[in-house]
């Protein structure tokens, strides 16, 4: 199975290796992805995930056409519900953990709406970014006309939606969305720096911040409000703010122990 799973102290690094068919994926690697970011979930240790592709040319080019998407054809035809989460991440709460794309080459497709489904993006010069499912009948089905038009401006979302055509990483920064460009041999190193910045800060409380902002971008001001406010609420009650605040206090560095629990509903 070619999605590579590595941990390295509290971030995993997850690396697509399909770079003979572009990293695309096909209903096999789909469900190793989806596999692999169940078992990031589930660990208590990992804080911080990096997806990345291998080889150079692509980060991920999306579902392959010659397979994954006559799978998802057969599937509609016969009256199955036709969400996809494309390798395990694009349905709303999927992974609660932050998690970081490295996009080096092309990101497209697919591999575009695996990308706006991670929460940081950083990229090299010469990545690519497009929607191109329009070119073969079909819609962005993976959380593309979603999540694009929540990322950067309704117009440049559009546009990039119903011409199928792609953006170089300049304009993909001058848009929001990307976050940073940065040179080939330091990708993987400025991901892991975020990643680890990440890790060291309150465990609980950057998921419940995560929570906050996605669950917020859909509600009014005040219910965003009420949000926030309830999971700052149960943050308190918690062993981190506890150990946060006492760190603080003591002019010390946290040591927090509460890194797998959750929230209480």
């Given amino acids: ?67 994954y998407m006559p799978w998802r054809r057969d599937v509609a035809l016969h009256g199955t519900a036709s969400t996809i989460s494309f390798g395990g991440m694009t349905l709303a709460d999927e992974i609660t953990k932050p998690v970081i794309a490295a996009i080096q080459g092309h990101c497209i497709a697919g591999g575009l709406e695996l990308a706006m489904a991670c929460d940081v993006r ?41 011409t199928g055509e792609t953006i170089g990483a300049e304009r993909a920064e001058r848009i929001g969305l990307v976050n ?23 465990p609980l409380a950057v998921r419940a911040a995560k929570r906050a902002v996605q669950h917020g971008l859909d509600r009014s001001l005040a219910d965003g409000l009420a949000l926030e406010g309830e999971l700052q609420k149960r943050l308190l009650q918690s062993a981190d703010a506890e150990e946060g605040l006492r760190a603080f206090a003591e002019r010390r560095r946290p040591v927090y122990t509460a890194a797998g629990a959750r929230l209480k509903a």
């Fill in 122 to 162: 950083i990229c090299t010069a010469d990545a690519k970014f497009g929607l191109a499912e329009v070119r073969w009948g079909v819609l962005p089905g993976g959380g593309g006309t979603q999540r694009l038009p929540r990322l950067v401006a309704v117009g440049c979302a559009l546009e990039m939606i119903l």
């Fill in 180 to 202: 940073r460009i940065v040179s080939a041999d330091t990708l993987l190193g400025e991901a892991f720096a975020i990643a680890e910045r990440i890790a060291a800060n309150g």
């Fill in 1 to 67: 199975m070619s999605i590579d799973f590595e941990r390295r102290g509290a971030v995993a690094l997850v690396t697509i290796n399909r770079p003979d068919a572009m990293n695309a994926l096909d209903v096999e690697h789909d469900r190793a992805l989806a596999d692999v970011w169940k078992e990031f979930e589930a660990d208590e240790t990992l804080l911080v995930g990096v997806l990345t592709g291998a080889g150079g040319r692509a980060f991920c080019s999306g579902g392959d056409l010659k397979t």
